[in-house]
């Protein structure tokens, strides 16, 4: 099996770009739980790397229908 990697708070805002706020928002709602090892609260990063992409689709998706309102083509995302 593949090893897990974790990280910390800070790389994870770093790699999907949020704040501090986010995480804890997150975190409250249980779309991205952190677990403790010892005294630290780490994050798998194959649940980072999931959100990511979720995200990274999200936002294509959302670029794709601003380009198409923009251009009068009021049509939604196939995906949405």
Excluded: H
Excluded at 8 to 37: A, H
């Amino acid at each position: 099996a593949k090893e897990e990697i974790y990280l910390t708070r800070e790389k994870v805002m770093e790699i999907l770009g949020v704040s501090p706020t986010t995480l804890w928002r997150w975190e409250k709602t249980g779309y991205l739980v952190p677990f403790s090892i010892g005294t630290k609260r780490r994050y798998r990063k194959s649940e980072v790397d999931k959100i990511f992409q979720r995200e990274l689709e999200e936002n294509a998706c959302l670029s794709s229908v601003r380009g198409r309102m923009f251009r009068g083509d009021l049509s939604w995302c196939d995906d949405v």
